[in-house]
């Protein structure tokens, strides 16, 4: 009787891929259109991009772009795991560690698995456009062809170690907090990117051909530059190019194959005994001695532990923190900004005043419960207000000092210093005041910031008290306008420094005077508000 051979564990775990996709395309019409949606864009994307390398190649200096290119896309193979561990699930080992599978066929299968997909496809687009655009000559198109193929299992091995490497923190509440840093990676590329278009708009593709000599010899683009070396006839210099980029490949392999039997041997963090928190207990004591005493500093301490804890609330920080400091900064490293974009660090900042208590969502009802008297009020938005301004304030001197010296325009600094603090004054007291009267929940899950239902109490809350705070700092907009067209008003405008600050801080107090009375008055409103995500 002779035996069935059982199937490779390639051409299942590339089955099981397939079927994967399907069954998730019918759970629902709208996440199936999605994804037609999202596919048929990105091929379109990578379709123009191949077409654009295409165009490269009767041009001069064509390796400045290609060899680069190939570059940035091993780059996002890397980093995409880890700020997007949930974007594909077959990224995750873990799910089977219970099937007897040895390590390398399971590599050999999970690599093959992974060349299943959108994203495969537009590396594999993107890169042949880059082999197009290099390769001259029968020996350039020998290598350009075996060149993408390695170039691409190369970015895909690198995606799989990393994420292998990784997983326990990629599964756990620190390593989703990974993918905050996203936002900011993108915000600061995106600048990046446009500053050095407009170099190289002035001043040619040459200007990034060190780039790409380096780069040559960097694995994956390594592989494209071998194809580049074999075109000009350097035929050495292709050979070790390309052997560098497959040795690349091996080692990534093996590291890959090592970190995945590791993962399937060795326990987790729910079979490993807890180890003693005394030394967070320490730390939490340390914080504790820097801040007041009494109810202020315990409030201090919460809020700060809300930013660095929660996700949302530390996306929220992060964001703002970055587009603070580049739109004043990067604007003046163009030459196109204005010194007055510093205030952008204290309005960006000065939003995370507004809906205070939603932050808390549910977990608001602990601190209602303390909360029976405008006394109890006034301290906890106190608390809250001055937890922020520990960030705020020196973040905002920070980033107008910063944008000074790069614009050189030192004897503005005063003005400018004094209206951004006015207009972090004006944001605190306003968000204390629309915190109290237009409070809205947070969903804790998915990518929401407002709770269904709530949308119209989010733009009121933050537009309104946006324009209420540009309404009271009018005054010092008023001033600043004046000594600037007023014939000796430079020899005034050091006055601005400390009536900005004398200004932001009664309104700021203001506006939790303000707010206290509203807040203790309408606890049960507001609970019931935050509490509906």
Request: a positive charge; charged letters at 10%.
């Amino acid at each position: 009787m002779t035996t069935a051979t059982p199937p490779s564990a390639t051409s299942v775990l590339v089955r099981l891929k397939l079927s994967l996709l399907r069954n998730g395309l019918r759970q629902s019409t709208g996440r199936r259109a999605a994804f037609v949606a999202s596919a048929v864009l990105t091929l379109l994307f990578a379709l123009l991009q191949l077409l654009g390398f295409v165009a490269l190649r009767w041009q001069d200096h064509p390796e400045s772009v290609a060899v680069p290119g190939v570059a940035v896309l091993a780059l996002g193979w890397a980093v995409m795991p880890l700020f997007f561990p949930g974007g594909d699930e077959t990224l995750d080992p873990t799910r089977l560690v219970m099937l007897p599978l040895r390590p390398r066929p399971l590599v050999r299968g999970l690599l093959a698995a992974s060349l299943v997909g959108i994203g495969p496809v537009f590396t594999l687009l993107v890169l042949a456009g880059c082999g197009l655009a290099l390769a001259h000559g029968a020996a350039g198109w020998v290598f350009a062809v075996a060149g993408v193929a390695l170039a691409l299992l190369t970015c895909v091995a690198l995606a799989r170690a990393v994420a292998t490497a990784n997983v326990r923190l990629l599964t756990s509440r620190k390593g989703r907090d990974l993918a905050v840093l996203s936002g900011l990676l993108i915000a600061i590329g995106a600048q990046l990117v446009n500053f050095g278009a407009q170099r190289l708009g002035s001043g040619g593709l040459g200007q990034l051909r060190p780039v790409a000599d380096v780069l040559s010899w960097v694995p994956p683009a390594s592989a494209l530059g071998a194809v580049r070396s074999a075109s000009e006839g350097a035929y050495g210099t292709a050979v070790a190019q390309f052997a560098l980029c497959a040795l690349a490949l091996v080692l990534l392999v093996g590291a890959w194959a090592r970190s995945l039997t590791r993962l399937m041997t060795s326990p987790d963090g729910s079979t490993v005994q807890v180890a003693d928190d005394g030394g967070r207990d320490r730390a939490s004591a340390g914080l504790a001695r820097l801040l007041p005493a009494g109810r202020t500093g315990a409030v201090m301490e919460r809020t700060l532990r809300y930013i660095w804890r929660d996700p949302k609330t530390k996306a929220a920080w992060v964001t703002s923190l970055a587009i603070g400091l580049i739109v004043p900064v990067f604007n003046a490293i163009q030459g196109t900004g204005s010194l007055y974009f510093a205030c952008f660090a204290s309005g960006m900042l000065g939003i995370q005043m507004y809906n205070q208590f939603g932050q808390d969502t549910s977990a608001f009802w602990m601190v209602a419960t303390t909360i029976s008297s405008t006394h109890d009020a006034y301290a906890e938005l106190r608390g809250r207000a001055l937890a922020l301004l520990l960030i705020t304030l020196p973040y905002a001197t920070l980033v107008t000092v910063v944008t000074t010296a790069l614009l050189g325009n030192w004897s503005r600094l005063p003005e400018v210093l004094g209206l951004s603090l006015a207009l972090l004054g004006a944001m605190l007291a306003t968000g204390a005041w629309t915190s109290a009267r237009s409070p809205y929940s947070i969903p804790q899950e998915g990518h929401k910031n407002v709770a269904p239902g709530q949308a119209g109490l989010a733009w009121i809350s933050i537009f309104g008290g946006m324009i209420g705070a540009a309404l009271l700092c009018s005054p010092v907009i008023a001033a600043t306008i004046w000594l600037n067209v007023s014939a000796d008003g430079d020899a005034w405008s050091w006055l601005l420094l400390p009536a900005g600050v004398a200004y932001g801080a009664a309104l700021a107090l203001t506006g939790l005077r303000l707010a206290a009375p509203r807040t203790a008055a309408r606890l049960p409103e507001i609970l019931a508000a935050v509490s509906k995500g």
